[in-house]
């Protein structure tokens, strides 16, 4: 069965430190990996997508990493700011029925 | 460019109405997602339409449905309304398929109400 799966559930951590965000799946066939961050009451934003040849990719302090082999990605938030406050969720497209696998997000809480 | 619009914003319905949402994508894209989130969950998808086809359906019932419009705009339309039906209603568009590996845009989304 296709699922994706994040950890921790939800994380709390002060203003200027730096947190690593778990994702692991098992959607077959893979064809990419997604990043979204979602403000409550608000749509997702797209952080990074990443293809089964792309190991890491970053966007300002976000990097996020790819193991196709396990099967596992992580986001990594450098220098943390309170903008940063927000759900953040897995998403991985199945290749063969055009689906995507959302995850159920890590909310991340970051305190002055 | 202009981004995802959705409308409208907020809505107020009673049980066992019917309600019609509206999506704009970005000029240019094709696909239209839908997705359902209530409180503290995650986000469901309900279908996914390109090229005014519906090409993905998700695990609701025949309540929820939809269509797409030649100029991509797209409509979703719950009839019968149940209190459980109370959500945030997210719109997404993109150039592709939807599962592509091309960016998805997300709407503010429609906060429906029902009681």
């Known amino acids: 069965k296709n699922q994706v799966e994040q950890s921790p559930q939800s994380l709390i951590i002060l203003e200027g430190k730096n947190c690593t965000l778990q994702c692991n799946y098992t959607v077959s066939p893979f064809s990419n990996l997604r990043w979204y961050k979602q403000d409550t009451g608000r749509g997702p934003v797209s952080l990074t997508i990443?293809?089964?040849s792309e190991n890491t990719k970053s966007n300002g302090r976000y990097t996020a990493t790819l193991d196709a082999d396990t099967k596992q990605s992580s986001l990594h938030i450098t220098a943390s700011q309170l903008s940063d406050s927000a759900s953040y969720i897995c998403v991985v497209s199945e290749r063969s029925n055009y689906q995507l696998i959302w995850g159920a997000g890590t909310k991340l809480i970051i305190k002055p | 460019k202009a981004g995802v619009t959705q409308t409208p914003r907020y809505l107020i319905k009673t049980r066992g109405q019917q309600v019609t949402l509206s999506c704009s994508p970005i000029?240019?894209?094709?696909?239209v997602s839908w997705y359902q989130q209530t409180p503290g969950q995650g986000l469901q998808f309900l279908f996914e339409y390109f090229s005014e086809t519906q090409r993905n359906k998700g695990n609701f019932p025949g309540r929820f449905s939809g269509r797409q419009f030649s100029n991509s705009r797209s409509e979703m339309n719950v009839s019968t309304l149940e209190l459980g039906d109370s959500a945030l209603y997210l719109c997404a568009s993109s150039l592709v398929r939807q599962a592509d590996s091309y960016e998805q845009y997300f709407g503010p989304g429609t906060r429906l109400t029902v009681t």
């Open positions: 000029s240019g894209h094709r696909s």
């Open positions: 990443m293809t089964f």
